[in-house]
């Protein structure tokens, strides 16, 4: 896979060069490259937003930068990732889906975004996604890029320590729809809290039953929303008796 990122802020990204996505782009797995957007601008003084049509706060990001460097940094074949609070949201299945493509570019804006007609111009030769990773307001794309890298990357073949983690974890492919059950590690007694006795037990059966029970009880609790969602087909008589 191949990444780029288009930003005025280029260092914002460094952390894609972290940890385990960082060992991906140094060995070569993955392709990345981050632009200052500023190289496309026209002026002097390097301007890449103005004021908006039609009056209101802040200021919007320039369609003749944007779109000079979309024409440079987004080929035929890639599709454009705009992170913006109006998109559609970001979800583990997004993740899955872009992690199957083979060149991402992120376009992370800021002020009051990127004048529409960058996404549309991009749109006429290329795949462009307005995609939101929550209900709230950042300061620019940035962060967004660096979450939704993360969540696409962590799902390639070799980028992960352990591939099983894409599986188990909450929202993974063996748990759709439901939070991940709690975790523990030694000291089978923490401060006064005791490991649950299941867990020591070496019974695979019940750990299995109480990781999928505590992963119902968690999602019931914190996230109905989801619960409403799953499909009852995927439950078992034992799932409804939780
Ligand atoms: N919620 C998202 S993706 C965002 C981007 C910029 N500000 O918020």
Request: hydrophobic residues 45%; aromatic residues 6%; proline residues 7%.
């Amino acid at each position: 896979m191949r990444l780029d990122v288009v930003s005025i802020f280029p260092e914002y990204l460094a952390p894609l060069r972290q940890s385990l996505l960082g060992r991906a782009v140094a060995d070569g797995r993955i392709q990345l490259e981050v632009h200052d957007l500023r190289r496309w601008a026209t002026d002097r003084h390097r301007s890449v937003d103005d004021t908006p049509y039609g009056g209101g706060a802040g200021m919007v990001m320039r369609p003749d930068v944007w779109a000079a460097a979309l024409d440079d940094v987004a080929p035929a074949g890639a599709t454009v990732v705009v992170p913006t609070p109006a998109g559609h949201p970001f979800s583990q299945a997004t993740a899955a889906d872009l992690a199957r493509r083979e060149h991402l570019v992120f376009a992370c804006g800021r002020y009051e975004g990127l004048d529409q007609r960058v996404v549309l111009d991009a749109a006429r030769r290329v795949e462009v996604l307005e995609l939101s990773i929550g209900d709230y307001v950042l300061a620019g794309g940035e962060v967004a890029a660096l979450v939704v890298i993360e969540a696409v990357t962590r799902l390639l073949p070799g980028v992960l320590g352990n591939p099983e983690s894409a599986v188990t974890d909450s929202f993974g492919e063996g748990s759709p729809g439901l939070l991940e059950h709690p975790a523990y590690t030694r000291p089978v007694e923490f401060r006064g809290l005791a490991v649950p006795p299941v867990l020591l037990s070496g019974n695979h059966a019940a750990i299995a039953r109480w990781r999928r029970d505590e992963s119902l009880r968690r999602t019931a609790r914190r996230r109905p929303d989801l619960v409403a969602r799953l499909d009852p087909a995927t439950l078992d008589a034992a799932d409804r008796a939780v």
